[in-house]
Nanobody, 124 residues
């Protein structure tokens, strides 16, 4: 079983930076980074989830258009941790941020694993 726990959210001023962490706990933790895409999503109440960043098993990185050039996803396999470094934050980045894991073979979100989320608030 895979469990994700996000930390690092908080209140930050416009233009500031914040780093979110996603710790992955699993009885197959050594295989997670080679068999799952690890994603960061965010959600504002009343709006759909937005895919912010993806870390693929081959260390590939993808970003949503709204965060390109400002956010960076990275990982440390030895620590079973994925980070989301967020720079030049804007009030529009205010949301609950979720870490998510999806097996690379999955064609839908039916087997996705989600963390509990962490609130990020950017003041203007």
């Amino acid at each position: 079983q895979v469990k994700l726990v996000e930390t690092g959210g908080g209140l930050v001023q416009f233009g500031g930076s914040l780093t979110l962490s996603c710790v992955i706990s699993s009885d197959i933790s050594s295989d997670i980074f080679s068999t799952y895409n690890i994603n960061w999503h965010r959600q504002v109440p009343g709006k759909p989830y937005e895919l912010v960043a993806t870390l693929t098993p081959g260390e590939g990185r993808k970003y949503g258009d709204s965060v390109k050039g400002r956010f960076t996803v990275s990982s440390d396999k030895a620590k079973n941790t994925v980070w989301l470094q967020m720079n030049s934050l804007k009030p529009d980045d205010t949301a609950v941020y979720f870490c998510n894991a999806r097996p690379v073979w999955a064609a839908s979100n039916a087997v996705d694993i989600w963390g509990q989320g962490t609130q990020v608030t950017v003041s203007s």
